[in-house]
């Protein structure tokens, strides 16, 4: 729970009421009250608090979440395919009836049922009640402390009371609270995508004696063996790509040039459907503010998926996009509330809703003046992510809560893809320590959320240089300063928070007995209490590759060659979105959680078995034959793959 300097709660939090707390009830919290202007609210006022009681999540529901998402995604199950509706997920998700049923006894001891609402997602009671009715409720006093703006600010208990504002001179006018972090939202690496100039662009757009030098989308069809997409092909209005994009912006002039000279089949002026998240908004007009990651993004994934559209979820204002007050938090959180509505109110691990100092607040003086947008969007059967922080980042309770979210997502036939990093078994420098790494700066940093074991990870890979599209890739490796300002290797490693989920299990155990890293490590995630360096049981990540290093690319009007498994990301899921496409031409219908799929038909995939990720003064983890935590199982075959996936209810 966070008590607002503007408020002080007595007895229920300890805060020098004499008030005597009942057998029935707990104490919350205690905090000290604040001693300057502190003056109780005179409880016959007519004030009317907003209250929001948030319910215990279904234990019930949270044991069995996992073999649920099995069910529907595993091929060998009679249930593969029939993934669930929103109904379906509010129905089994929502709180016991004897957590309902015991809420509302106690809420009605003090208040009229007829004035309690369950919301729609059955996980809270709302209603107004009067200073007195809930002093009387929590045991508690409520004081206002003055200040110049002379507002109250009231953040009630969490999981509970959703944090509000209000006018005290004037009932129900709103003030705004707002907070921010500092790179929140930044692709992979803390700052735009590793760019530099290229020593020469290709003769044509179908070249491929350069590839070690340029990937362009020809590069990417000889690696994978997939043909350009037939431009006048008639495609399905429910199968548009998503791409989640924050803080950074495409411009439109750029993808034109990218189209002009690459992929002439696609018309120019095409452009993303932007579905705009909290005032996010896209393109630039100027093609100097061009973002790099946006370009990049669909600059790879149009010329896989066209004429099937992509749809941008451009997520929250420029003022929280970029770092807000510049305080430190959350991401995902406003972007998963918009594409179902009852993560907007999803009590779990002891919070409910967006974390009232991680994540953005809304309406926003500084930007977005609409309410927080909550299940406007229908989420795409295909969503890539290039963005992402350390575990060590975020709260454990934030990250497993928003897990949760992605389990949800895989249920209702919804495949994401995130880019696993670009600092090798590391962090960024300066993350916990000067080199990024955890403990001493020894123990190895995984990434987030790609800790969560219900995303596919991607990890890059490179044709390097005098080696052809006929020869194996390697994992992307490159030293700073060759090419890229800082070091740049593909993001792997073991989660600290979850463990090894068991369609992975078989896979990382022959890693470990074919292949044992020579390492010491740790269980369960408890790296200060051993010298180990990583975690022995933890998931591993990633889970597949693609190419990312030398990307062709148009950014600010400029060509040149970008890096980094932000590029593999869409690459990979741009090849899924087709695959879910070819399912739906024969009456079938989307993916969903790819990886047990993945991981019992490794043949599908492309094994690396050359490189390595270093960080944290090691040479971090090699790639070898199998799985590996440097490029996962591989990359793509998409005939292999599509064959397969036809073949699947």
Same mark, same amino acid.
């Given at each position: 729970m966070r008590v607002s300097s503007l408020l002080a709660l007595a007895t229920a939090f300890g805060l020098g009421s004499t008030r005597a707390i009942p057998e029935s009830h707990a104490l919350h919290e205690r905090r000290d009250a604040p001693h300057y202007l502190a003056k109780r609210l005179d409880p016959l006022s007519d004030i009317r608090l907003p209250m929001r009681?948030?319910? @215990? &999540?279904?234990?019930?529901?949270?044991?069995?979440?996992?073999?649920?998402?099995?069910?529907?995604? &595993?091929?060998?199950?009679?249930?593969?395919?029939?993934?669930?509706? +929103?109904?379906?997920?509010?129905? *089994?998700? =929502?709180?016991? =009836?004897?957590?309902?049923?015991? /809420?509302?006894?106690?809420?009605?001891?003090?208040?009229? =049922?007829?004035? !309690?609402?369950?919301?729609?997602? @059955? *996980?809270?009671?709302?209603?107004?009640?009067?200073? *007195?009715?809930?002093?009387?409720?929590?045991?508690?006093?409520?004081?206002?402390?003055e200040q110049d703006d002379r507002s109250l600010h009231i953040d009630y208990i969490t999981p509970g009371v959703k944090g509000t504002m209000m006018n005290i001179e004037s009932r129900g006018s709103k003030v705004k609270r707002g907070f921010g972090k500092p790179g929140k939202g930044k692709p992979w690496g803390g700052q735009p995508p590793k760019w530099h100039p290229t020593p020469k662009m290709p003769h044509n757009n179908t070249e491929l004696a350069t590839c070690d030098v340029a990937i362009t989308p020809a590069c990417l069809r000889a690696l994978y063996h997939f043909d350009a997409p037939d431009p006048h092909a008639k495609v399905s209005k429910s199968n548009s790509m998503g791409i989640f994009e924050e803080g950074d912006f495409y411009a439109q002039q750029d993808?034109?040039?990218?189209?002009?000279?690459?992929?002439?089949?696609?018309?120019?002026?095409?452009?993303? $459907?932007? %579905?705009?998240?909290?005032?996010?908004?896209?393109? /630039?007009?100027?093609?100097? %503010?061009?973002?790099?990651?946006?370009?990049? %993004?669909?600059? !790879?994934?149009?010329? $896989?998926?066209?004429?099937?559209?992509?749809?941008?979820?451009?997520?929250?204002?420029?003022?929280? *996009?970029?770092?807000?007050?510049?305080?430190?938090?959350? $991401?995902?959180?406003t972007f998963l509330d918009a594409i179902d509505g009852s993560y907007c109110t999803y009590s779990a691990y002891g919070e409910t809703g967006n974390d009232p100092v991680l994540d953005p607040t809304y309406p926003d003086p500084n930007g977005y003046m609409g309410p927080l947008? #909550?299940? /406007?969007? @229908?989420?795409?059967? /295909?969503?890539?992510?290039?963005?992402?922080?350390?575990?060590?980042?975020?709260?454990?309770?934030? +990250?497993?809560? +928003? #897990?949760?979210?992605?389990?949800?997502?895989? !249920?209702?036939?919804?495949?994401?893809?995130?880019?696993?990093?670009?600092?090798?078994?590391?962090?960024?420098?300066?993350?916990?320590?000067?080199?990024?790494c955890l403990r001493n700066g020894t123990v190895f940093s995984p990434t987030q959320p790609n800790s969560c074991p219900y995303l596919t990870n991607v990890g890059a890979t490179k044709v390097y240089p005098g080696k052809t599209v006929y020869d194996p890739e390697s994992a992307a490796n490159d030293l700073a300063g060759a090419p890229y300002r800082s070091a740049y290797s593909s993001g792997g490693g073991f989660s600290d928070i979850f463990t090894t989920p068991d369609y992975q299990q078989a896979a990382v155990n022959t890693y470990f007995r074919e292949h044992n890293p020579p390492y010491p490590y740790y269980y369960n995630g408890q790296y200060n209490n051993s010298m180990g360096l990583y975690n022995r049981n933890g998931r591993g990540i990633p889970d597949v590759a693609a190419n990312g290093d030398n990307i062709a690319v148009y950014v600010a009007g400029r060509f040149g060659l970008s890096g980094g498994t932000s590029a593999s990301s869409p690459i990979f899921a741009a090849l899924i979105n087709r695959i879910v496409e070819e399912r739906l031409k024969i009456g079938k219908g989307p993916l969903g959680f790819i990886n047990p799929t993945l991981y019992s038909h490794p043949y599908i995939l492309q094994d690396i078995k050359n490189g390595s990720n270093p960080g944290c003064g090691t040479n971090g983890f090699d790639a070898v034959s199998g799985w590996d935590p440097v490029t996962g199982l591989g990359t793509p075959n998409y005939p292999k793959m599509l064959k397969l996936w036809l073949s699947l209810p």
């Open positions: 009681v948030g319910l @215990k &999540h279904n234990e019930n529901a949270a044991q069995n979440a996992h073999n649920w998402l099995m069910d529907v995604s &595993h091929p060998g199950s009679e249930k593969f395919g029939k993934h669930w509706t +929103q109904d379906d997920i509010l129905e *089994a998700f =929502k709180p016991t =009836k004897e957590t309902t049923d015991t /809420v509302e006894k106690w809420l009605s001891t003090v208040i009229d =049922k007829s004035r !309690l609402k369950l919301t729609d997602n @059955k *996980a809270w009671y709302a209603f107004d009640a009067t200073v *007195a009715e809930a002093e009387a409720l929590l045991h508690t006093e409520f004081y206002h402390v993808l034109n040039s990218f189209f002009t000279n690459f992929t002439r089949y696609i018309p120019n002026g095409t452009h993303p $459907i932007l %579905d705009s998240v909290d005032g996010g908004l896209a393109p /630039v007009a100027n093609l100097s %503010d061009a973002g790099g990651e946006s370009n990049l %993004d669909f600059e !790879l994934a149009f010329p $896989i998926v066209y004429p099937q559209t992509i749809t941008l979820y451009q997520v929250d204002d420029l003022y929280y *996009a970029e770092g807000g007050n510049g305080t430190t938090g959350g $991401i995902f959180n947008q #909550c299940g /406007v969007y @229908k989420p795409t059967n /295909v969503i890539s992510i290039s963005y992402g922080e350390q575990e060590q980042d975020l709260p454990a309770y934030y +990250q497993k809560r +928003q #897990c949760n979210e992605f389990l949800k997502l895989g !249920l209702t036939g919804t495949s994401i893809f995130v880019a696993s990093g670009d600092t090798g078994v590391g962090g960024l420098r300066g993350d916990g320590s000067p080199n990024g």
